[in-house]
């Protein structure tokens, strides 16, 4: 591709790896390197200025913006001094081999998002990065509707056709990441990159706080099953009430009873949607016919689903309602997050 391409590099309290790094990355043909010390102060000042003697362009914040403020910073400058051009994303902690990030880049392209991405198959890879990606994945896949092996690699080509979206994603930290990934991949195709995966003394450099950081990156998911768990628990509460309070036999008291149990929790649903987990500023009268769309559609499944069980296994109906809904939950969230109120 004739697009320049500019590698950038957050880095907190680095230490000499990333000049080595550097040093190997030009030797493959990768002269164009941002560097931003995002906040690091005087614990690693001799990496910085020697990075700078080596031709690198380093940026630097005053205090510690998180990794998502890093890159923006790193993507301005880029394009403030070399215009149009594809960013190569990189980790400063030694997870990038220096031929890795070459691969990358030479699989950029104009009309894909690159992603190198690893393999947690193997006996060096900590317990809690490799729960962390799958969970990753799992979600990743049922809030895009996209399958994405590595959604937390930091190592990405990102096309020319993303640049303003990189620029204006929301988040400052890592929650930045899977952001942007999110609305990429609604933009243009993934291409994945096999590489290697490397953790050194149980990944320790990494900068990543496995609680703090993931409530960061999964916090829209998670509002939402808060309001999906308020609203189940009025559903059923409801539900019990309306099933024995109908003069009707246990089975035909399903679909009246979930009816009217589900009128009074979605209301409650939508609000707390609306407000509390998406955030949205959209036309609420245009939210509320697509919900009330899937408000229909969902109590029908649900309370079809619901007696056919009833029918079949001899268990309480609300045991077999509970079961049901949980499943709807994530078709649902897609929905919502993708549709209601996007």
């Not at 309290?13 to 990333?18: A, N």
């Amino acid at each position: 591709m004739s697009v320049r391409k500019v590698i950038i590099i957050p880095a907190l309290r680095p230490d000499k790896r990333l000049i080595v790094l550097c040093e190997k990355l030009r030797g493959l043909g990768l002269d164009d390197i941002v560097i931003i010390d995002d906040g690091s102060g005087n614990a690693s000042r001799d990496v910085f200025d020697e990075l700078e003697r080596q031709g690198c362009f380093v940026q630097r914040h005053e205090k510690n913006l998180g990794k998502g403020a890093a890159l923006k910073t790193g993507f301005c400058f880029a394009k403030n001094r070399f215009g149009s051009c594809i960013y190569i994303t990189a980790d400063a902690d030694g997870q990038h081999l220096p031929e890795d990030i070459a691969k990358v880049a030479d699989s950029a392209e104009e009309n894909a998002l690159v992603l190198g991405v690893r393999s947690f198959s193997g006996k060096n890879v900590p317990f809690r990065s490799k729960f962390g990606n799958r969970t990753s994945s799992f979600l990743f896949r049922i809030y895009n509707g996209v399958k994405c092996p590595d959604t937390q690699t930091g190592l990405r080509a990102i096309p020319p056709a993303l640049e303003q979206l990189a620029l204006d994603t929301d988040g400052e930290r890592y929650e930045y990441e899977m952001n942007f990934l999110g609305e990429a991949c609604r933009k243009l195709p993934l291409k994945y990159v096999p590489i290697t995966t490397v953790y050194e003394d149980g990944n320790r450099s990494s900068h990543f706080r496995p609680v703090a950081d993931s409530l960061r990156i999964y916090a829209k998911f998670l509002k939402f099953a808060i309001g999906s768990l308020t609203g189940a628990i009025a559903d059923a509460l409801l539900y019990l009430l309306f099933s024995s309070l109908l003069p009707l036999s246990r089975t035909a008291a399903v679909f009246p009873a979930t009816a009217l149990a589900r009128i009074g929790s979605g209301a409650v649903n939508f609000a707390m949607n609306r407000f509390f987990a998406f955030g949205s500023k959209n036309p609420a009268g245009k939210e509320l016919l697509k919900y009330g769309i899937l408000f229909v559609g969902q109590m029908l499944v649900s309370a079809g689903a619901v007696t056919l069980l009833s029918l079949i296994i001899p268990i309480p109906t609300i045991i077999i309602k509970i079961v049901v809904d949980t499943l709807l939950f994530f078709v649902s969230y897609a929905i919502q997050k993708n549709w209601v109120f996007r």
